[in-house]
């Protein structure tokens, strides 16, 4: 079982993720992580100053699966299979040791020595700890009211196992904690705002993988899919191209990964990322450098862990299949909007200006419900509109009702499965069609008081002429 528990493909970063988790469920507002070399008896741990935990507590935490996939956990709790402490420490280091405090309480340690586990072959969770252990918990936890220190000695590939140890192997370890630190920015940003986390005493900066805050950032409107009785949000980005971004913010922006592995799709649960730049295995979709502004977020409600196969390491997931054509739905749209952002390097006015996209429907789901209506804020409508009152009261009728009679049903079948005859606007070479069309909005934003030059700048910035080469490109 050891050997099980310590072969579950943990990386470091993964690893220490998994204690951080412990440590946000414990409301903690500071979070430090060290490494500390000392050859064969370097050593890491995370402090926190959380709510802790009394004995009974420690104990059944350090006990594997002892609160497995039944227990009742709080909003905020990032746990799932009662594992996490024990399989991320195990296959890190030969040695876990635990100390805890509660508000008021007195400190608590047990630790878990693995060479122990497999000599006696039984589970013998130790009452505190060696000499050298206790020193270096008495470092870390003074002047400190309440809150859980988890330490790791006698690392794996740092001279536990004979592993020759020099220099270079020095700053291997510190340069996995440099690794750490942008993992733990990526997984835990949407906490940073309220948790003060630091790796080697630097605070952890909060790293976004869809620049949200950049003016030439395009969104595509979100979408709620209903699954298992609860909604998944998901909402599709279209980043920048390297043209619209600073040196830096380009280097920022290809994440810890590089621009080509933090594609895809992002899944969260709770705010936490679980899974970073990945396709989900949906059918037809690879990693493609055409597509590295894509970047799809999607939030997964704790409940649906079942559904969504959230393993061990909170590092993977399988969406669910009924979702599946939906997301694929999402994806190709996304993916198709990335590689024109490439294609044209950055023509498109979202780029330029930063303004909002301008589609002809609006799809919502706002009672749980899917509605589809056209955009009465389309200028092209608009103008429509501002007839006289007979012919404007028989364009609202079609306009409802063309609403009220999208064929869902037959869109359903088309759509059961991958499509490579998916409609395309104005398919082809450019035609005199799709002409008429931009200049029929051109006319309608210049009656509506835009100059030519801003005229064409919206049609730029529009669905679906801004995947279109035409005269507003000029």
């Not at 970063?13 to 500071?30: C, G, I, K, P």
């Not at 001279?159 to 370890?173: E, N, R």
């Not at 609006?362 to 007979?390: F, M, Q, S, W, Y």
């Amino acid at each position: 079982m050891v050997a099980s528990l310590s072969s579950l493909g943990y990386s470091l970063e993964a690893a220490v993720a998994d204690l951080v988790d412990n440590s946000v469920s414990a409301r903690a507002t500071n979070i430090e992580v060290v490494f500390t070399w000392a050859g064969e008896s370097s050593w890491v741990a995370v402090v926190d100053n959380g709510s802790g935990m009394s004995l009974p507590d420690l104990i059944t935490a350090m006990t594997p699966a002892a609160r497995g996939l039944g227990a009742e956990r709080s909003a905020e709790d990032l746990g799932r299979f009662g594992l996490g402490l024990k399989t991320a420490s195990f296959s890190q280091a030969r040695q876990l040791t635990v100390t805890s405090r509660p508000p008021g309480g007195a400190w608590h340690t047990r630790t878990w020595d693995l060479d122990m586990v497999e000599a006696s072959r039984e589970w013998r969770l130790m009452h505190d700890a060696d000499s050298e252990t206790t020193r270096i918990l008495g470092l870390l936890r003074q002047e400190r009211g309440s809150g859980t220190v988890v330490l790791w000695r006698r690392l794996n590939g740092y001279g536990a196992d004979g592993t020759d140890l020099d220099q270079t192997t020095q700053k291997q370890f510190y340069d996995d904690a440099s690794r750490v630190e942008r993992h733990l920015g990526m997984v835990f940003a949407r906490f940073l705002r309220d948790v003060d986390l630091r790796v080697q005493d630097q605070p952890v900066a909060a790293w976004d993988p869809f620049l949200t805050g950049h003016l030439s950032l395009q969104r595509l409107p979100p979408e709620g899919l209903s699954c298992g009785g609860s909604s998944v949000r998901v909402e599709a980005y279209v980043l920048p191209s390297a043209q619209r971004l600073s040196k830096l913010e380009y280097l920022a922006a290809g994440g810890p990964g590089g621009w080509l592995r933090q594609q895809g799709f992002y899944v969260y649960r709770r705010k936490r990322l679980i899974l970073a730049g990945d396709w989900l295995g949906l059918q037809g979709m690879r990693q493609e450098e055409k597509f590295n502004l894509a970047r799809i977020s999607i939030e997964v409600p704790a409940e649906l862990d079942a559904e969504w196969s959230v393993d061990v390491r909170k590092s993977k997931v399988v969406p669910p299949v009924a979702l599946r054509r939906h997301l694929r739905r999402i994806a190709r749209r996304t993916r198709e909007q990335a590689a024109d952002v490439i294609r044209h390097r950055g023509q498109i006015a979202a780029r330029r200006h930063g303004s909002a996209f301008v589609y002809p429907w609006r799809v919502d789901r706002p009672d749980g419900r899917i509605k589809c209506r056209i955009n009465r804020d389309h200028p092209l409508v608009r103008e429509a509109l501002r007839t006289g009152d007979e012919r404007s009261k028989t364009l609202k009728a079609l306009l409802k009702l063309l609403e009220e009679t999208v064929p869902v049903e037959a869109l359903r079948v088309i759509h059961e499965a991958d499509a490579a005859d998916d409609p395309v606007p104005f398919a082809g070479e450019p035609s005199q069609e799709q002409e008429d069309v931009a200049r029929a909005v051109l006319a309608a934003l210049i009656n509506q008081g835009k100059s030519p030059h801003d005229a064409k700048a919206m049609i730029r910035n529009m669905d679906p002429f801004s995947r279109l080469d035409g005269f507003w490109n000029e």
